[in-house]
C-alpha cells in the first residue's frame, strides 16, 4: 500500500519555516544565558509564553478553521468573506490582548518587559498563514521569514552585553514577524474588499460562539505549559526554572515539527475525509506510523545524548555555567517520551477539527488542563522539585489518552 505522504513542496516549505523559528528561539538563549542573569533568563521565558497565550486568544482557532473552510468552499470569490471573518474575530481578541498586557507592569515582577511582546501580539492579527497553507503558497512565506529571523539574530548577537538584552531579543523578535505579516496582508485578507465583506454584529457574535470552544481547546493547551511555567517561581529555584525554560522551549520546537507536518497533511487529509470514514482510517494510520518513526528516533537521541545536544544548544560553553548545564541535563533524558506522545495525539485532534465536533475538542482540552492544575497543586503541597521534570510526560500522555477515550466514545454513539 503506497504512503500517503503531504505535497513535497508544502511539508517542505512548512519544516522550513517551524526550524527555522525554532532554531532562532533557541540560538536566543545562549546569548541570554551567557550575558545576563538567571532572574531574566527566567523573565525572557515568562514573556514569551504569556505572547505564545496571548497569539492563540488573538488567532481565535481560526489558523486551524480558516484552513478547513477555505478547502472546502466551491469557489474563490467566498475567500474574501472567510477573511473578513477571520479579521473580525482577530480584532476584538487583539484589543483584549493589548489590555492585559498594558497592565501587566503593575502587578507582576519585571512587568514591564511584558510591553516588549506588544508587536508580536501585532503580527497574530494579520497572521496570514491560514490562508498560505490552504492554498499551497507557503514556500515564498518561508523563505521570507527565514532571511528575517537571521536579521534578528544578528542584531540581537550583537547587543548581547547590552544591559536591556532582554527587551532587545523580544523587540527585535516580535518586530520581524510583523514586518513579515504586513507584506502578505493585502494578499491573505483581500484588503481592497474587505470592507464590503465585513460580517455584521450578529454574524460576528455566532462566529465568536462557534469558534470560542476551538479557541478554548487553543488556550487549554498552551496553559498546560505556560501555567506550569508562571507557578514555577513559587517553589523552586531560578537555576531550575531556567533550565526548565529550555526544555520547555525544546518541547515547543518539537511541536512546531509535528505541527509542520499536520499542516501540510490537513488540506489533503480534509479532501479525504469527506470520501468517508474508511479512506480517513487509513490516512491516519499511514502518518502515525510517519510521525512515529521519526518521534522515536527524536526520543532516542533526547535519551542517550542528553550533554551533546546541550553542548551544541548553548555553544559548548558548559563551564560557563556548569550548574545549569547539569540541571538541563538531567531535564532533557525525562523528556525523551514526549516528542512520541505529541505526534500520536496530532491526528486525533486533526479528527475532531475535520468532523466539527468543536465541544467534544474543548472538552478534551479542558480536561488535560484539569490534570496540569492538579500536578501544580500537589506541587504547592510539597512534591519534591525533582518531580517537576516528569510534568512534560504526564501531562502529554494524559493528553494523548483523553482525546483517544472521547474518539472512541464518539464513534461508538454514532455506531
Known amino acids: 500500500m503506497k504512503l500517503n505522504i503531504p505535497a513535497i513542496g508544502q511539508f517542505t516549505a512548512l519544516l522550513i519555516l517551524n526550524i527555522t523559528n525554532a532554531l532562532f528561539q533557541l ?8 550575558n545576563t542573569s538567571t532572574n531574566l533568563v527566567g523573565t525572557y521565558f515568562l514573556v514569551l509564553s504569556f505572547g505564545v497565550l496571548a497569539s492563540i486568544f488573538i ?93 534578528a539574530f544578528v542584531g540581537i548577537y550583537i547587543f548581547r552585553t547590552h544591559e536591556h538584552i532582554v527587551a ?10 510583523l514586518l513579515l505579516h504586513l507584506k502578505y496582508a493585502s494578499t491573505a485578507f483581500f484588503i481592497k474588499n474587505i470592507f464590503s465583506n465585513l460580517p455584521n454584529f450578529h454574524t460576528i457574535k455566532q462566529l465568536i460562539k462557534a469558534q470560542s470552544l476551538v479557541l478554548g481547546n487553543g488556550l487549554t493547551v498552551h496553559l498546560q505549559q505556560s501555567l506550569f511555567l508562571f507557578a514555577l517561581p513559587h517553589f523552586v529555584t531560578p537555576l531550575f526554572l531556567s533550565a526548565y525554560g529550555l526544555i520547555d522551549k525544546l518541547i515547543s520546537s518539537g511541536r ?30 499511514q502518518q502515525n506510523k510517519i510521525l512515529a518513526a521519526l518521534c522515536i528516533i527524536a526520543g532516542a537521541i533526547l535519551y542517550f545524548f542528553p550533554e551533546q545536544i546541550l553542548m551544541i544548544l548553548l555553544w559548548g560553553k558548559k563551564a560557563s555555567n556548569a550548574e545549569f548545564f547539569n540541571q538541563a541535563t538531567v531535564l532533557l533524558k525525562l523528556i525523551a517520551p514526549v516528542p512520541l506522545l505529541i505526534a500520536l495525539n496530532v491526528l486525533n485532534v ?6 466539527k465536533k468543536y465541544l467534544a475538542y474543548f472538552i478534551a482540552g479542558v480536561l488535560v488542563l484539569l490534570v496540569a492544575i492538579l500536578f501544580v497543586v500537589f506541587m504547592y503541597l510539597g512534591l519534591p522539585i525533582k518531580v517537576a521534570g516528569y510534568y512534560p510526560v504526564i501531562v502529554e500522555g494524559s493528553c494523548l489518552l483523553i482525546y483517544f477515550l472521547i474518539l472512541k466514545g464518539l464513534k461508538s454513539a454514532k455506531q
Not at 532587545?168 to 514577524?177: E, H, P, R, Y
Not at 469527506?274 to 487509513?282: D, E, K, V, Y
Request: hydrophobic share 55%.
Open 59 to 151: 488567532n481565535f482557532g481560526t489558523g486551524q478553521t480558516a484552513v478547513v473552510e477555505i478547502r472546502q468552499v466551491q469557489n474563490k470569490e467566498q475567500y474574501p468573506s472567510i477573511a473578513a471573518q477571520v479579521l473580525s474575530l482577530r480584532f476584538w481578541a487583539l484589543l483584549i490582548a493589548l489590555l492585559v498586557c498594558s497592565l501587566l507592569p503593575y502587578v507582576v515582577n519585571n512587568g514591564i518587559y511584558y510591553l516588549c511582546a506588544i508587536p508580536l501580539l501585532l503580527s497574530e492579527f494579520i497572521n496570514p498563514q491560514y490562508f498560505l497553507i490552504a492554498t499551497y503558497n507557503v514556500r515564498q512565506y518561508s523563505l521570507l521569514n527565514a532571511a528575517i529571523r537571521i536579521a
Open 350 to 355: 486533526a479528527e475532531l477539527l475535520l468532523e
Open 168 to 177: 532587545i531579543a523580544l523587540l527585535f523578535s516580535g518586530t520581524g514577524v
Open 256 to 285: 512546531m515539527m509535528v505541527n509542520a507536518y499536520s499542516a501540510a497533511v490537513m488540506p489533503h487529509a480534509a479532501g479525504t475525509h469527506q470520501q468517508g470514514l474508511a479512506h480517513w482510517a487509513q490516512l491516519k494510520k
Open 27 to 34: 540560538m536566543v538563549i545562549p546569548l541570554l544565558v551567557h
